[in-house]
């Protein structure tokens, strides 16, 4: 499990780096970027992941997620994981779709042919990469970890969290599709993915998670109003629901005027890393 | 002098606008962004130039610059214009350099032929885009302006602040090209745009205003120690050199380890906004 550093440079008192490695659960290549806050020597920091949306790479929040200074002033450990496999051999959607394949891996593990070889980001992200960030940052403390992620990402980092509950110190997400059965997003790739029987999407699904009885200790959720996809694809209306019926602790914030682009996601990062951090280091 | 809206964006409680118009300085149309923060209804807010480097238009800043905070905390308006003239008909460096003709207009105004016609981006940002802020935004007051800019941009920062002295309360720089009359960049450029007699060049040299007595109100120069352009390009000695000659007033400071890129600029940014936002409100 060796990594290469793809490159590193200093910003706002930290390090950011770009990393690759051969994934044995993708069967490819796989990038991904680690913010680290200067620390002491020995010190162990927490870490936070943000999990990207539909087209987008490790790179975009890199370059416009504003959430640097946030991390270093409270120092967490940033780390952004790609969208889905990518590489000679890796199937794509046959025509090309934004919302279907490369980058739009949907933090599933896939079971339908083509996609089962090298579709696998549910298990990527749940079980290579923290073990691969264990073995090669020597102050990245996931005894101490927190998840976020923006729209496709948003709800990776939903199900994720939902399933994985004592991984998780606290959940956040920037409008997040939170019901993937109950939106066209969601419908296509989870049928792709994973098949016609709606049974196995459930697992793939906030609400129904949180119907099923999982629960995060704590949720904190920004949604624009001005976002072209709520309605449609997000439906943020259904993650208030469920999390109300089944008593799940949530903040769900909709933010007036906002869309759903990194001029929104930006404005509240700082917020979002803060939250974490106060629950990282209670 | 109209202005088209290409975009606006809500984005750090305020709105992100990119906006175009016929100008008559350099007979193009030219792009250039404006944040503005939320105010209340008739309040005037004071602006903050940033001119851009070698290479970049308005969008670069516009997406890593992280700016739009620190300007929403403090009220200050964020005007960042092209770096050049562009489109059919304006000429380019002929075997298209980066550091020259497009994307390279040096804030000069061109005496040299085939430049002569559009490059003429000191008077487009000394002159006709105040003239349109001041018609086209209401909220702007141009009583109180600062400027700052990085690279190529931060020596247009200093040469215009130094030339404008009644115009800015404040004058910072990134990474400024301190002394363009003696590094390979700024020879390149001034030669191509203004011809051999270096007597031409001074008026574009913010060592040499210095020393023919200009002078600004207070002067913020952050520079990394790490970037690769820093011996041959910036000089940044040059100009410490020059502000103690003169007894200008600066602060102009190495930080360890920072390049030349948007991850130095972000990281310095918010301390240039609310440097600047203090003398504006004094």
């Known amino acids: ?25 993708t069967g490819t290549d796989m990038s991904f970027a680690v913010f680290v806050p200067d620390h002491e020597d020995g010190a162990k920091l927490p870490v936070l992941w943000y999990l990207s949306g539909l087209t987008c790479t490790h790179a975009n929040v890199v370059e416009k997620g504003e959430y640097r200074a946030a991390c270093a002033e409270h120092g967490v450990i940033f780390i952004a994981p790609d969208t889905s496999p990518r590489g000679e051999g890796v ?8 919302d279907f394949g490369l980058g739009a891996g949907f933090y599933v593990d896939a079971t339908a042919e083509p996609w089962a070889k090298n579709y696998r980001m549910r298990s990527y992200i749940e079980d290579e990469l923290p073990s691969l960030i264990l073995r090669n940052f020597a102050s990245a403390d996931l005894k101490r970890q927190a998840i976020t992620g923006h729209s496709m990402g948003g709800h990776g980092a939903l199900t994720i ?8 110190r606290s959940v956040s997400a920037f409008s997040p599709i939170v019901a993937p059965s109950r939106c066209p997003w969601g419908e296509k790739a989870l049928t792709g993915y994973l098949g016609d029987d709606r049974e ?16 995060v200790p704590d949720l904190l959720v920004d949604q624009g109003d001005a976002d072209n996809f709520r309605a449609e694809q997000l439906k943020t209306e259904l993650l208030v629901e469920a999390c109300e019926r089944n008593g799940q602790k949530a903040d769900i914030r909709m933010q007036p005027g906002y869309d759903h682009s990194y001029y929104f ?6 917020e979002h890393v803060a939250w974490h951090a106060e629950r990282l280091k209670a």
């Open 161 to 168: 969290g939902l399933r994985g509950q004592d991984r998780f």
């Open 91 to 98: 199937p794509d959607d046959p025509d090309a779709a934004y």
């Open 1 to 25: 499990m060796t990594i290469e550093t793809l490159s590193t440079v200093r910003s706002h008192g930290g390090t950011q780096g770009v990393y690759k490695h051969a994934s044995t659960t």
């Open 200 to 215: 196995d999407w459930h697992a793939y699904d906030a609400c129904a998670l949180l119907d099923q009885g999982l629960r």
């Open 265 to 270: 996601i930006s404005t509240f990062m700082a």
